[in-house]
């Protein structure tokens, strides 16, 4: 029986989402392939997507531009689609170096990864799911556009066994070994299977539980789910249908198939080099490329076996790789997650790939179809995809000019507003800020200063601060973890004035701040974009007396329509409200939300990523526990890079909770 999609929420569609789900949903059904939901920050475009999904009952692909915002999906839909297959696909690599070669240096850099295991669970999770649902929403970052082995070749690598049916145990053990499980008798982990006498048990890759098989001589007696921690039964089964246990797995015979055609290649590179002089390159090549295909025709693999994925599928120089999307049917939904940055960032991959690899092919690391081991270009990706939406509160002109539509989702459920703008001369800039800032003081409120520099934002706060006034400053130089406290004393009102750069553009829920100025607005660059400086207006629009004053000496293009449109914003939010008696009032959150809401939206960054880690080792074995801390302290050093200090913090707190208490 095919489960069909349904939304569990008490909340029911508010403001304009009844409108944007129903246009929307018309659109995808009538065929129409590509269209926009223009939604503004805290109009609930998530659960917007969520009803559209309900709408259509169409397997969803929901892209991301990094893990934070795709886990925080990911944990949004798994609460309101709890009887549907909900499926996370990330890059499972909790460090990653490619490999790569700096010829200006002679230096080779070799491979270097660790991969989060429990993110390879999900990962292979989401693609048994496709094989086996139809009912799936997968969220995903843009490592979706990176090659797989092929659907087709991923059916047809299982094992499967049912209950009353005779099997050749050794047979059978084989074939785990085909689909990489590895044999240990003494312990069961995830990826592994043993044999007790009668009783096999397989710890799939892709699961929580494990399977347990009790043979009557050569027949299957019983099937069994079972916790492989606790040893619990779970339930009876009468069939059982085993996955590979990694990414890159293929049947013998299409690994024995290639290597007449890696040969070939191999040969045929040989001689180029050696024409062009290359005597050191070629032996280097000759090398490591025999070595390879020795560990094939052996083994079945071999280290970088990805770089040879081409001629193991039989596919043409230059031919595209199948990846997640190809998983999915050919009728299916799309939901690109702020487009304005994910499709430039999906437009950049194959470059960058294609520079590093190209000096690997060039210098003898590698044959020439490692090229082919690489992420779709931006054609190929949109190419694939069924009925595509693009969300974004800004829109780039790219989803704009090729979308049927473009459906606007301007009304918050609180019928806040977007802030007043104004432009005032730089000229006495210092002398209006300490006047406006001084009546938030009176009233209570918070006011946010932006810069464009570092040096500047210190100035500032130097100057402020010997006029008597209580400010801070907060930028990339600020000891990381020390920033969210500022934040929290920020909306304590320890102080009452916050300087920054662009930290304060987005991802920052404050509804004491009613007043943000924004020094240089004129000035061409990114942090004064027409995008950026949306971003920054949308800061004040948790307070109902929000306002932004652009401090410039002349109207920049980008300043004329980030004002034009919030006005025009404003003008669809104020209307509405009056036709239905709203009053909009400020937001009122504990100070503590700030933590508590960043901690568990950060997904993988914070709360997911604790969960996922802590999953992955048992913090009662001193040395699991010590490696546990270690890999959550490499968590949170990533995330002080990025400047994600919110959930940078939330892991610090679960480390010192952890090393206080033991568990």
Known sequence: MIKKFKVISPFKPAGDQDKAIAELAAGIKAGDKYQVLQGVTGSGKTFTMAKIIEAVQMPTLIVSHNKTLAAQLYREFKGFFPHNAVEYFVSYYDYYQPEAYVASRDLYIEKDASINEEIERLRLSAARSMMEREDVIIVATVSCIYGM???????RMTATFSRGETVDVDALMRRFVELQYERNDPVLERGRFRRRGDTLEIYPAYMEEAYRVDMDWDRVQRIRRFNPVSGEMLEDIDRALIYPAKQFVMPAEMVHNAMGAIKQELAERLEFLKGA??????ERLKTRVEYDIEMLTEMGYCPGIENYSAPLAGRKPGESPDTLVDYLPKEHLTFIDESHVTLPQIGAMYSGDRSRKQSLVDYGFRLPCALDNRPLRYDEFVERLDKTVFVSATPGKTEVEQSERVVQQMIRPTGLLDPEVEVRPSDGQ???IYSEVQKRIKAGERSLILTLTKKMAEDLTDYLSGLGLKVRYIHSEVETIERVEILTQLRQGDFDILVGINLLREGIDLPEVSFIAILDADKIGFLRSHTSLVQIIGRAAR???GKVIMYADRMSEAMERAIAETNRRREIQVAYNERHNITPATV???IADILTRHAEEAGSA????IEVLKKSYNV???A???????ALENEMLEHAKNLEFEQAAAIRDEIARIKETGL
Do not use: F, H, W
């Open 620 to 622: 009662l074995i001193p």
């Open 149 to 155: 082995v092929t659907p087709d070749v991923y059916r």
């Open 543 to 545: 307070n109902a007396a």
């Open 277 to 282: 002089g290359k005597i050191i390159e070629a």
């Open 588 to 590: 009122k959150k504990a």
């Open 430 to 432: 210092m002398e209006d």
């Open 606 to 609: 914070a709360a997911g990523t």
């Open 624 to 630: 699991q526990r010590k490696q546990l801390i270690k």
